[in-house]
């Protein structure tokens, strides 16, 4: 069992910056790849980005490559969304999730979820 608690989210303006952090708990975090998701009003739940294990491999949706960089610290439990350019369609509410194998782009593929944080992009 892991427990997720993501942080860093906020209210910025277009073409603005913010790091996201997710802490995981447990000694197995590298076992786990880690997502990250958001959920806009009105959306489904959107793939963001994933990363491996060992972090030697990431994954984006179209829609943020090259603005957001998924990464993790294994020693510190923490994966780590930094997200760059941002733009007002990028509100939504940003989960993390783990899941005891290889990264996947599927929520429902993913065991373990935070609670979400508030991301909100002015114009």
């Known amino acids: 069992q892991v427990q997720l608690v993501e942080s860093g989210g906020g209210l910025v303006q277009a073409e603005g910056s913010l790091r996201l952090s997710c802490a995981a708990s447990?000694?197995?975090?590298?076992?786990?790849?880690m997502g990250w998701f958001r959920q806009a009003p009105g959306k489904e739940r959107e793939f963001v980005a994933a990363i491996s294990q060992s972090g030697s491999t990431t994954s984006y949706a179209d829609s943020v490559k090259g603005r957001f960089i998924i990464s993790r610290d294994n020693a510190k439990n923490t994966v780590y969304l930094q997200m760059n350019s941002l733009k007002p369609e990028d509100t939504a509410v940003y989960s993390c999730?783990?899941?005891?194998?290889?990264?996947?782009?599927?929520?429902?593929?993913?065991?373990?979820w935070g609670q979400g944080t508030q991301v909100t992009v002015s114009s």
């Open positions: 999730a783990a899941r005891p194998d290889s990264g996947s782009r599927y929520p429902n593929e993913y065991n373990y």
């Open positions: 447990g000694r197995t975090f590298s076992n786990y790849a």
